[in-house]
Structures are given as structure tokens and as C-alpha cells.
């Protein structure tokens, strides 16, 4: 590092900063996005733990609109099912991505202080 100039140095830091700053900032959307999917799932859950209550001959409805329709219990069982998966699938995406961001956070961090001790001790 000692053969870096000003210049150079002042440009990896930069650079180094730009990065921490923007993965801090992806990190925080994706936490954001994290508990939002997760309210929504739990919301799922209970909608369905309320359906699975209702009695067997009952009508169900669904909301289209202004206007409700009605479905068969079967059909609105499965787009639940099929809804709660694909949130699933989401978070566990959503938490890989949050990871990855936060590795890449605390490198970066990690750089920035490698960079400034190793300047430190030339002086």
C-alpha cells in the first residue's frame, strides 16, 4: 500500500465506501421486504386456519372487485396453498439475499478498516 498515491488511494476508498454505503442501503430494503412477506404469510395463515373452521356445506366467496363470487372450497384451498408456498419461497430468497448483502457489508468495512490501520502504521 505504501506505493499507492494519494490519488489512487483516495479513489479505492472511495470506491470501497460507494460499495459499503449501497449494500447497507440493499440490506435495509431487503429487511424491509423480509418482514413485509412474513406479516403477509402470517395474515395467510390465519385466513386459512379461519376457512378450515367454516363447515363443509357452507358457500365460500371470493373478492373480485367490487363484487363477490362464489368458488368452490377445493379451488380457493388450493390458491391459498399455492400462495402460501410461493411466500415461502420468497422469504427464503429474500433471506439468502440479505445475507449475501450483509457479507458483502461487513467486507467491505473490513477493507475500509484494513485500509486505514495499514495507512496508520506507515505514518
Known amino acids: 500500500m505504501s506505493n499507492l498515491s494519494d490519488d489512487t488511494l483516495r479513489k479505492i476508498l472511495?470506491?470501497?465506501?460507494?460499495?459499503?454505503i449501497?449494500?447497507?442501503r440493499n440490506l435495509s430494503v431487503a429487511r424491509a421486504q423480509i418482514q413485509s412477506k412474513?406479516?403477509?404469510r402470517?395474515?395467510?395463515q390465519l385466513t386459512m386456519k379461519e376457512l378450515a373452521t367454516v363447515p363443509e356445506p357452507s358457500k365460500m366467496?371470493?373478492?373480485v372487485g367490487k363484487m363477490f363470487m362464489i368458488q368452490p372450497r377445493a379451488e380457493i384451498k388450493n390458491e391459498q396453498t399455492t400462495l402460501e408456498k410461493t411466500m415461502d419461497d420468497d422469504l427464503t430468497n429474500l433471506t439468502k439475499k440479505a445475507k449475501f448483502l450483509e457479507r458483502q457489508f461487513e467486507e467491505a468495512n473490513g477493507q475500509l478498516k484494513d485500509i486505514f490501520h495499514s495507512q496508520q502504521q506507515q505514518s
Open 61 to 63: 366467496y371470493k373478492g
Open 42 to 44: 402470517r395474515i395467510l
Open 22 to 24: 449501497n449494500s447497507q
Open 38 to 40: 412474513e406479516k403477509e
Open 14 to 20: 472511495e470506491q470501497i465506501h460507494s460499495q459499503a
